[in-house]
């Protein structure tokens, strides 16, 4: 039976150190995903621990695309989610902020609690950077257990 599970990472090195432990643990490359608020963030994690680049979504591959992420920031509108790896087909360019509720929505469809969603959203707005780890009974769950327990930053989803 498949597992999601997502952590918080308030910074990118803890999040490039993270996903390399997991990788050195057995955890395979392509059961993780990540998700930041800028692609800019997340393509130097990508660059980093070997991730694909990320995906924006539909209609945000603009060639004026950074000016569009600098302007939403600056003019306080939504922005689009940037995500890498599986994640991304859902998630990649879903809404954040100014009321928007497209990333809560999608988190939702994939089995995530309201609340938790929610939170997850306000991490990103704050230049978290949410990492999703699909698992199976294969995964070695105890030696991840182990690792994360280490780190007192990462906030692990659900509560």
Known sequence: ???????????????????????????????????????????????????????RGDGNH?????????SSILERKAVNV?????AGRL???AEIGCGSDDLV???????????DARSME??????????FMEGNETTPWNAIGKLLEEDKQITIYPA
């Open 1 to 55: 039976m498949a597992k999601l599970l997502v952590m918080s990472l308030p910074t990118r090195q803890g999040a490039v150190t993270i996903i390399q432990d997991l990788l050195e643990n057995g955890v395979k490359r392509e059961a993780l995903s990540v998700l930041a608020k800028t692609e800019e963030a997340l393509g130097k994690v990508c660059l980093e621990t070997g991730l694909p680049k990320p995906l």
């Open 62 to 70: 603009a060639l004026f695309h950074p000016l569009i992420e600098i």
């Open 82 to 86: 940037a995500a890498a790896g599986a």
């Open 91 to 93: 998630l990649g360019g």
């Open 105 to 115: 929505t999608s988190l939702e469809g994939i089995g995530i609690p309201l609340e």
């Open 122 to 131: 306000q991490a990103l707005l704050k230049d978290n950077y949410l990492l």
